[in-house]
């Protein structure tokens, strides 16, 4: 009988107070800067592809992995520190021509939803902010790895748990209000590996 009285009075309301196992499934990693590019390419007036990354980047990764349509993805993008090879091109393109990176320091990235497409791909879906201006933009991710880093037995900077991800998309950079003209959309394709601290 004081079994049953403990229970009732001490050990079931704990029991409701807990957040459920499910509560305890996300894993949050950071993207490692060193291991991370995002890197677009486009057109240059038909004369042939033209390439350029974002040097800067701050991402972090929410992942589900028992659900993953609940997780989530935030980037932050240093949009002075874009950099195609050649200086010139490279302050043109953060001038009021294209990025106006004093008036818009950062370009952002946050998801709204998650759906899975295959065993290790999803298209993530978020809102994309270029120049002020925010539009929906869907990014093809494929998970790449996720556990113990191969070199984490050798090398302390990589202990712990690791996520890695590509992602692909396409965006019209005239729909961002950035540069005057256009030969055809931007492709992005980016690449990171995250752990599981900053």
Do not use: C
Not at 35 to 41: D, L, S
Not at 70 to 92: C, E, K, M, R, W
Not at 108 to 132: C, N, P, Q, R, Y
Not at 163 to 172: G, R, Y
């Amino acid at each position: 009988m004081r079994l049953k009285r403990f229970f009732r009075f001490v050990a079931l309301p704990l029991l409701v107070a807990l957040p459920s196992a499910g509560a305890f499934a996300a894993e949050t990693y950071y993207a490692d800067q060193g291991h991370t590019e995002v890197r677009f390419g486009w057109n240059h007036a038909g004369v042939s592809m033209q390439n350029g990354e974002f040097i800067t980047t701050k991402a972090t990764l929410v992942l589900d992995p028992d659900n993953v349509e609940q997780s989530t993805l935030n980037v932050t993008i240093d949009s002075a520190s874009v950099s195609s090879g050649f200086v010139p091109l490279d302050d043109h393109l953060k001038s009021k021509d294209f990025l106006e990176v004093e008036t818009y320091p950062e370009i952002t990235f946050v998801s709204t939803s998650v759906t899975k497409t295959g065993e290790m791909t999803a298209d993530v879906t978020g809102d994309l902010t270029i120049h002020g201006v925010t539009k929906p933009v869907t990014l093809k991710t494929a998970l790449t790895h996720r556990g113990d880093h191969p070199l984490g037995g050798v090398i302390d900077y990589y202990k712990g748990k690791w996520v890695a991800f590509s992602a692909t998309t396409e965006i019209d950079h005239q729909a961002f209000n950035v540069g005057g003209f256009s030969t055809g959309p931007i492709s992005i394709n980016i690449v990171t590996e995250m752990k599981d601290r900053e």
